[in-house]
């Protein structure tokens, strides 16, 4: 498969190249960009073709580039809230045994043993799961 990708990267970047050098002369011709903005009215310097396309892929780059931080970061911040409930909610079980155990005993019973599972737990951990999977495949 890394071989099919860097194949499929080398034959783009050449075709990319083939179209710059067969219209070198639509790339190198300066034009000259008019912004009014009613205080400031200089003159844009002439810049070719090829650096206006160059400059808005660029723009284009950093967008998307601040749009995928900022999804990342997201998920940082789930991932936080994540840890963070199941750790509460490994307590509150732990919890929630201990005060059974104790009314048990106050009962006069035999000591009831300590849950191994609930439905609740096996829902969340399939949740959990099911988010790294999501991450995992958005990496």
């Not at 083939?18 to 190198?28: A, E, K, L, M, R």
């Not at 650096?51 to 936080?80: H, P, T």
């Not at 840890?83 to 048990?104: D, T």
Request: charge should be negative; proline fraction near 5%.
């Amino acid at each position: 498969m890394k071989k099919l990708k860097y194949a499929f990267w080398l034959i783009l970047t050449a075709f990319i190249a083939v179209v710059i050098w067969q219209n070198w002369d639509y790339f190198t011709t300066p034009h000259v960009l008019k912004l009014n903005l009613f205080i400031y009215n200089e003159p844009i310097p002439p810049l070719t073709n090829g650096a206006i396309i160059a400059i808005c892929v660029g723009i284009g780059v950093m967008f998307m580039m601040l749009f995928y931080f900022a999804s990342r970061y997201e998920n940082y911040r789930a991932n936080k809230t994540i840890k963070a409930l199941r750790l509460a909610m490994e307590e509150s079980q732990k919890s929630i045994s201990h005060l059974q155990q104790e009314v048990e005993l106050l009962k006069g019973g035999s000591p009831v043993p300590p849950a191994e599972s609930s439905e609740s737990e096996e829902k969340v951990e399939g949740l959990v799961s099911e988010n790294e999977s999501t991450q995992e495949t958005q990496s």
